[in-house]
């Protein structure tokens, strides 16, 4: 059964900074893109970051650029985020997803879908 699970939100301090995890399994990791979402309290989700399957190409979205960086360890099936500089409006669920043949940033792209974890920035 495909599975992503992410541990690891938390409460930080603006300013500071926090590392999100994403564990895949049942599915070929090392082929897929992937992907982090997040849904601030009382909007949509929106598009975060996405990073090819060689590892090599990156995609952010402009509000993060500089700030988070996206990375993936094929041989542990897993996906990174560090996030720095946090600002209380990076405040949101964070979600990991992936897919196939595209750094989308649309969710309806992507196939595989973690449960979600709670970032919490305060001023």
């Known amino acids: 059964q495909e599975q992503l699970v992410e541990p690891g939100g938390g409460l930080v301090q603006a300013g500071g900074s926090l590392r999100l995890s994403c564990a895949a399994s049942g599915f070929t990791f090392s082929i897929h893109d992937m992907a982090w979402f997040r849904q601030p309290p009382g909007k949509e989700r929106e598009f975060v970051a996405a990073?090819?399957?060689?590892?090599?190409?990156?995609n952010y979205t402009d509000s993060v650029k500089g700030r988070f960086a996206i990375s993936r360890d094929n041989a542990r099936n897993m996906v990174y985020l560090q996030m720095n500089s946090l600002k209380p409006e990076d405040t949101a669920v964070y979600y990991c997803?992936?897919?196939?043949?595209?750094?989308?940033?649309?969710?309806?792209?992507?196939?595989?879908w973690g449960q979600g974890t709670q970032v919490f920035v305060s001023s």
């Open positions: 990073l090819s399957w060689t590892g090599v190409i990156t």
């Open positions: 997803a992936a897919t196939r043949g595209t750094m989308s940033p649309y969710e309806g792209e992507y196939k595989y």
